[in-house]
């Protein structure tokens, strides 16, 4: 199913079993703009590529995978508070909030379950002032680097998490 990237309606995914967990893939601001911003750094799939690429690894992996983007610091907050609330994992690219949002930073320490953060560059291989992550301290680990890789990556990272914790 094609994800409606403006009101972030789900893309589903389920696995054998039935049921599939949810799992929230939020992206930060300039996301949109994938494709056409610097696609020497960020190459060139686009958000609609990263939606369904979570997609079929969500149905790989019996997740249901809701993805959305936001500019917006505050909704990606609230959405980060709807996570917590519902107990729901996360997969996180910040992009560039990654580097000195505090408050995102404490919304997501009150995660109530896997948080992965990903980014399809690696920030330790760019500017200096992208080194540092205040989002890394609190969540279960980062993969960074692999391009569209880094969500599948991730999801599978969270799969093997929820896995271990049921």
Known sequence: MAPDLETGAAVQGAGPGGAA???LVLNGPNLSRLGTREPEIYGTATLAD???TCADAGDALGLAVDVRQTDD???LIAWIHQAADGRLP???NP???T???YALRDALAMRTAPLVEVHLSNPAARETFRHNSVVAGVADGTVAGFGLLS???AL???AALLARRA
Do not use: C, G, K, M
């Open 21 to 23: 967990a949810t799992v």
């Open 50 to 52: 990263v939606a369904a």
């Open 90 to 92: 996360v997969v996180l």
């Open 151 to 153: 969500y599948v990556l």
């Open 99 to 101: 580097h000195y949002s």
């Open 156 to 158: 599978r990272a969270v």
């Open 73 to 75: 610091e505050a909704e």
């Open 95 to 97: 992009a560039a909030f």
